[in-house]
């Protein structure tokens, strides 16, 4: 399935930031970048994004990475290079590890790649951040843009505003124009006549390019510059009236359905939305779908059997969802590709990572001071158990071995 570009005249080159480690999500972004984590058990966060992109016709996508970028950029290139083709340009910051620090902000990302840029002689750049969960064609945010005059347009959704200082806050007319621009204000704003909500940036903007790259130029001459969008190149834009809002909506005038997952509260929440019913759209591009091929040779078959495995159209080796015994008991929980729990297990708001193997009637996220001396309980009751985790406990507490682990097939082994 190819990216039709037919539709847009003046197609805008995509500028997706991908580097980040979302430290938010702890021990599940230790060995790889936070859109390259396991969402559900056939993608991965950063497939939504791209997924839009197809969707909305937007072929040329370059993707700026860096935070222990192997696992991400292998998965890019094995399930989206068949749909974006060369059009899919991923650039890591040069020199980078588990602790890189190459690209030195959200703004530097794209001026370190700003002759790539030029080459491509975009009227309008569009950035967004790789780790999102929505479903949104860009194409009206586009349109929009180019019929404001504005030089940046920034789309915006509505969320509690007791969690609006996690993002970038707006304040806007009524005909769009944003008055003030706060990167996660320690009192948000509430929305003129809802004063339990707030409006928020979703990390996704479009800008007139060539009004970008000179506020980058500006911007990487700046020594006391942090080089980041959210600090830096939009409250500028918005100073000078030239920054414009766009409100997306839902498909059939539903309420549209945007989720940030970078907490673990957030992330088994999201998840679990989608369990009993995708609240959007899921993504569908190529290599994604896996396929139960047949396996004649029984080897192999058993190979798979043993590593909760499949084969893709191309004949890689995808994992299959978490196991799960059919008398262990769930609540609120996840339980990710990889992972397994006997018979007996007894789990409440907890998220089980890639590898984890529960032996049987293990009973987790009943008491939470007990979880909270094996394994990661966060203040809103979610509870992160590792392999790790598990082993530590294991070395400590005679007869409380988990079952015996096994490397987990469920990502890609971390090349930083």
């Known amino acids: 399935m190819q990216v ?33 984590v396991a969402f559900g058990s056939r993608h991965r966060i950063v497939d939504f994004t791209l997924e839009n992109l197809r969707r909305s016709g937007l072929g040329q996508v370059l993707v700026a990475t860096q935070y222990c970028a192997g696992p991400l950029e292998d998965y890019l290139n094995r399930c989206w290079r068949p749909v974006f083709g060369t059009g899919l340009r991923l650039r890591r910051a040069a020199g980078t590890g588990m602790a890189g620090r190459s690209y030195e902000g959200t703004a530097d990302a794209v001026w370190k790649n700003a002759a ?72 948000p704003p509430a929305m003129a006549g809802d004063p339990g909500r707030a409006l928020v940036s979703m990390g996704i903007y479009v800008f007139d390019w060539a009004w970008l790259r000179e506020r980058l130029r500006r911007d990487a001459a700046d020594p006391a510059s942090a080089h980041d969008f959210g600090h830096d190149i939009l409250p500028g834009a918005v100073a000078q009236g030239e920054a414009q809002v766009f409100r997306s909506e839902g498909p059939g005038g539903r309420p549209f ?110 008491d939470p ?16 158990v590792t392999p790790q985790m598990l082993a530590r406990r294991a070395m400590v507490l005679p007869g409380q071995l988990p079952l015996a682990p096994r490397p987990p097939m469920t990502q890609e082994p971390a090349t930083c």
């Open 116 to 187: 790539e840029i030029d080459a491509l002689c975009p009227r309008e750049v569009v950035v967004l951040s790789a780790d999102h969960v929505y479903a949104m064609d860009y194409g009206p945010m586009i349109a929009a843009h180019r019929a404001s005059g504005a030089a940046v347009t920034i789309a915006a959704d509505v969320v509690p505003l007791a969690e609006a200082r996690a993002f970038g806050c707006v304040e806007a007319t009524a005909a769009g124009r944003i008055l003030a621009f706060a990167e996660k204000p320690r009192t």
């Open 369 to 384: 001071q007990e979880d909270a001396r094996w394994f990661r309980v966060t203040p809103g009751g979610t509870t992160l």
């Open 257 to 366: 359905y945007w989720r940030d997952v970078g907490t673990l509260d957030a992330f088994r929440e999201t998840w679990l939305a989608f369990e009993t019913g995708a609240p959007c759209p899921v993504p569908e591009g190529a290599g994604l779908g896996l396929r139960a091929r047949g396996v004649t040779d029984p080897r192999v078959a058993a190979a798979l059997r043993q590593a909760d495995a499949a084969l893709d159209d191309e004949g890689s080796v995808v994992p299959l969802a978490g196991r799960r015994a059919e008398r262990a008991e769930l609540v609120a929980s996840v339980v990710m590709p990889g992972a397994r729990l006997a018979e007996g297990c007894r789990l409440r708001r907890v998220i089980l990572a890639p590898g984890v193997r529960l032996a049987e009637g293990m009973v987790i996220g009943h």
């Open 4 to 36: 039709d570009t037919s539709a847009m005249p003046e197609v805008p080159v995509a500028v997706l930031l991908a580097g980040g480690r979302g430290s938010r999500l702890h021990e599940l972004t230790e060995d790889r970048a936070k859109p390259a």
